[in-house]
């Protein structure tokens, strides 16, 4: 049966550029359960990151949602919630923790993107609006590794997607925002990005402005290193307005919580959140 956890926490945040939304995504690495120590340094990760709205792929397990946000609740001024859709056949949840002054609603899963196959993940589709910027976010999880049959297998999914945004787009919504861990690497997967992308409305400005960056933390043997840019940040065309130019970065989170590499890819995750500021002001639809 589909449960949906919902739980609270909140911050306040006026940027540089003005009243923005800041908008996340941060892996949690719970191919496994998440041990409380890991969790407890996500928590203070979370604290840091300050986020309104965040994708969180990889909650495992469920309940782990709630220890979040009750946790980052006991201050009387914060108050955020989190979505939590059970996935069916997968232990690895995708959350989405936004802060109460935003609006999140009818959260679903994009049935078909797990192809069916035990393990595999559904994205997650929600509704959203910060201030006066409205928008469908869609949350990723999509199929992990590297070679052709892991390639063909996040193009199926990829297929489902593309589909409903060209779908949603025919409507009065414009503004769709697609972020998660794509596991896709720019220039490397090139038939998952066009495949995603086949009717030209997206922009992926992860492959814009992160370029040899990584996000995912790679560990062979004692060497551990940033690899990858595994974790996407992709809207459609018509959020060029909304979105603030160059917001878009790699949180270095392993030196905010004063750890090494190696040490935060033991006790926290293996992947770097990746964060943007969109304008609220306004509704560009």
């Not at 936004?98 to 192809?115: A, Q």
Request: hydrophobic share 35%.
């Amino acid at each position: 049966m589909k449960r949906l956890a919902v739980v609270t926490l909140l911050l306040f945040f006026t940027s540089a550029f003005g009243e923005t939304a800041r908008i996340a995504t941060w892996n949690l690495g719970g191919f496994n359960r998440i041990p409380q120590s890991n969790l407890n340094k996500i928590i203070q990760g979370l604290e840091k990151l300050d986020a309104d709205v965040a994708v969180l792929p990889e909650i495992n397990p469920l309940s782990h949602a709630e220890k979040i946000t009750e946790k980052l609740s006991e201050s009387p001024e914060n108050c955020y919630q989190a979505k939590v859709l059970d996935q069916p056949k997968a232990r690895q949840e995708i959350a989405i923790i936004h802060k109460c002054e935003v609006t999140v609603s009818t959260p679903m899963f994009l049935h078909g993107t797990n192809l069916r196959k035990k393990g595999y993940r559904n994205a997650i589709i929600a509704k959203a609006k910060v201030g006066e910027f409205d928008f469908i976010l869609i949350g990723l999880h999509l199929k992990a590794g590297r070679g052709k049959t892991n390639s063909l297998y996040r193009d199926r999914q990829l297929a489902f997607i593309s589909g409903y945004i060209q779908g949603v787009l025919q409507g009065s919504e414009k503004d769709i925002l697609v972020i998660g861990d794509y596991n896709m690497i720019p220039g490397d997967d090139f038939s998952n990005f066009t495949t995603l992308n086949s009717d030209k409305s997206l922009r992926y400005v992860s492959s814009e402005d992160l370029i040899g960056q990584g996000t995912h933390i790679s560990c062979e043997g004692d060497n551990v290193r940033i690899g990858n840019l595994l974790d996407g940040y992709g809207f459609t065309n018509i959020d060029d307005p909304e979105y603030q130019e160059n917001s878009l970065r790699i949180i270095q989170m392993h030196t905010l919580l004063g750890l090494s590499l190696k040490n935060y890819q033991r006790k926290v995750t293996n992947h770097l959140p990746v964060i943007a500021e969109f304008n609220v002001d306004m509704n560009n639809d």
